[in-house]
């Protein structure tokens, strides 16, 4: 969470950039441009598409920061924005990908009890937690993720926003985000045991 | 006693502290007797985590950096 001396700081960028000032600009870039490219590369995943998000952005918030109310934070315009320009990437590509996050689940006996065995693979070995492997397992699933989903669990999870400016920025009640967010770490969850089950299978058929 | 239906759903709310603190109580009593809700809950967590630490960026690319400045630059400085 920002604290009262940055939001203060925000705001008068933001004036003075409505006077006109291109110090203001460039500060403000210093400030957003990773934020924005970042966002935008998690959700493109592609270096090309992130530095496109990150000029366009960039150059709206130039344009049009005479638009900017100041009903929400400055960074929740921004992000805003970003999400705008980053969809627009995503539907003139047209990956229209459905998965059902029904499936991630855990599966529930009548009493509503766990009916499989749940294997703890959190406290693995970091060379296995954080190998290539695992990476390119994390990147496709949430590649996988319903738009809905996903950027909520990028700006919550990955960027570490807090419920609240998540709700904020999409305009979504805490409820709300907070269920999209649980069904994400749900179905990556799953995706990870479903990894993970699978490595310790074969590392313990391996055993004499 | 609440099942292991009912806890899956007080997670989140859980994790950021928000519940209710006599449910947190009942809900933490059910984990005491409940192993694979306990694995259920490290790896829940665990999640968040690796993903966070895997998809962070650490930084723009120089390149990209300095293409971002030529863009403004031109976009910007010299207006046509």
């Excluded at chain 1, 592609?46 to 960074?75: E, P």
């Excluded at chain 1, 950027?151 to 269920?179: H, N, Q, W």
Aim: proline share 3%; glycine share 2%.
């Amino acid at each position: 969470m920002p604290t009262s001396e940055e939001k203060a700081r925000e705001q008068q960028l933001v004036d003075e950039l409505k006077a006109g000032n291109l110090e203001a600009f460039d500060e403000i870039v210093n400030l957003f441009q990773k934020k924005i490219y970042s966002l935008g590369f998690n959700l493109t995943r592609n270096q090309m598409d992130a530095q496109d998000i990150a000029q366009d952005v960039l150059l709206t918030i130039y344009r049009k920061i005479d638009t900017f109310q100041g009903k929400s934070a400055f960074s929740s315009w921004v992000y805003r924005i970003t999400l705008n320009a980053a969809y627009m990437k995503l539907r003139s590509k047209k990956k229209e990908q459905f998965v059902s996050l029904d499936d991630a689940f855990p599966a529930f006996n009548g009493s509503g009890y766990h009916q499989e065995k749940i294997r703890d693979w959190s406290e693995s070995t970091d060379s296995l937690l954080f190998s290539n492997e695992t990476k390119d397992v994390i990147n496709k699933a949430v590649d996988q993720l319903p738009e809905k989903e996903k950027v909520v669990f990028i700006l919550r999870d990955v960027d570490g926003l807090s419920t609240e400016k998540v709700g904020e920025i999409l305009e979504l009640s805490i409820p709300a985000v907070k269920s999209r967010l649980h069904r994400a770490r749900l179905f990556l969850r799953k995706k990870l045991s479903n990894y993970f089950d699978e490595f310790y299978a074969k590392k313990e058929a391996k055993k004499p | 006693m609440i099942c292991c239906k009912e806890c899956l759903d007080l997670l989140c709310d859980y994790l950021e502290g928000t519940l209710d603190p006599e449910i947190a109580a009942q809900l933490e009593e059910h984990f005491e007797d409940c192993p694979p809700c306990i694995s259920f809950l490290k790896t829940y967590k665990s999640t968040s985590k690796l993903c966070r630490q895997t998809m962070s960026q650490e930084e723009i690319p120089d390149f990209v950096k300095s293409r971002l400045k030529d863009f403004l630059n031109k976009n910007i400085r010299k207006p046509s």
